[in-house]
């Protein structure tokens, strides 16, 4: 399939790190006589996946900016374009030898999203979406799954962390106990940027949650339109970054959970 020189930057940036992440990802289980314990190890994988990423993206796009999980905002020359970075998401898996992390490129132009990048190395899946071009899982056409009702249907959340003192928990579990009422099941994969992913594959047919990053989110948004979904805000608006939240799935199943989500107390 055809591809844009930005996407095909942005695959080679996100496979790069992506073989380095499947080395360090198969030693975690050596790691119960590091002196520093596997947590550290994680953390420099991370970092090691961050620096891959910027240094291949800054090379092709040296004027662009950046939103980085662990560095934040880098300005560029050019602020009418921002890579928008996830290097490692689903770190707690990845700790645990769970087989479900993921790294996210999102290119935003202008304030919307125009390109994406999803990558599972373990799985060797890669999901691309680019506007007006469709999303794609390793070359093969993506469409959002066309279950009408929820009481079909599998959606996707996570559970906030940390557990223990936090508000966003009882908001959550609220919403939890009047989606599991609707529904076939939900399910938390530990990675939202891999929800997103298997929302637009068709494999969950909706997703929801609070307190989000862009960087949880980007090429996940561009991946769900481009795949005939619908996304919002969870107060139905556009502003998906800066309201941290996300409600996703098809028209039917989308406006469905938004009426569900709206039952639930705040607190």
């Given at each position: 399939m055809a591809r844009s020189a930005i996407m095909n930057v942005m695959i080679q940036a996100a496979m790069k790190a992506g073989r380095v992440l499947l080395r360090d990802f198969g030693e975690v289980q050596h790691l119960q006589v590091s002196l520093r314990g596997p947590a550290d190890y994680v953390r420099q994988a991370d970092k090691r996946a961050?620096?891959?990423?910027?240094?291949?993206?800054?090379?092709?796009?040296?004027?662009?900016?950046?939103?980085?999980?662990?560095?934040?905002?880098?300005?560029?020359?050019?602020?009418?374009?921002?890579?928008?970075?996830?290097?490692?998401?689903?770190?707690?898996?990845?700790l645990h030898g769970i087989p479900f992390f993921a790294i996210s490129i999102g290119l935003e132009r202008q304030n919307k999203m125009v390109a994406g990048v999803i990558y599972n190395p373990v799985l060797d899946e890669?999901?691309?979406?680019?506007?007006?071009?469709?999303?794609?899982?390793?070359?093969?056409?993506?469409?959002?799954?066309?279950?009408?009702?929820?009481?079909?249907?599998?959606?996707?959340?996570?559970?906030?962390?940390?557990?223990?003192?936090?508000?966003?928990?009882?908001?959550?579990l609220a919403e939890l106990r009047n989606v599991m009422m609707e529904t076939v099941g939900v399910r938390d994969i530990g990675s939202v940027v891999l929800d997103l992913?298997?929302?637009?594959?068709?494999?969950?047919?909706?997703?929801?949650?609070?307190?989000?990053?862009?960087?949880?989110?980007?090429?996940?948004?561009?991946?769900?339109?481009?795949a005939g979904g619908f996304v919002s805000s969870q107060q139905g608006g556009q502003d998906i970054f800066s309201s941290k939240s996300i409600v996703a799935g098809n028209e039917l199943i989308h406006t469905a959970l938004m009426k569900v989500l709206k039952t639930s107390p705040n607190q």
């Open positions: 961050a620096s891959i990423i910027f240094k291949e993206l800054q090379r092709a796009r040296p004027d662009y900016s950046f939103l980085m999980e662990k560095s934040g905002e880098i300005a560029g020359i050019d602020d009418q374009h921002r890579f928008i970075v996830d290097p490692l998401d689903g770190t707690t898996n990845f890669l999901y691309t979406a680019e506007r007006g071009s469709g999303a794609f899982l390793n070359d093969r056409r993506l469409r959002i799954a066309a279950r009408r009702k929820l009481a079909d249907s599998i959606i996707g959340s996570c559970v906030p962390v940390p557990h223990l003192g936090n508000e966003e928990r009882r908001r959550y992913a298997y929302v637009a594959a068709g494999r969950l047919d909706g997703f929801w949650k609070n307190g989000l990053q862009p960087w949880d989110l980007a090429a996940g948004i561009l991946m769900i339109r481009e």
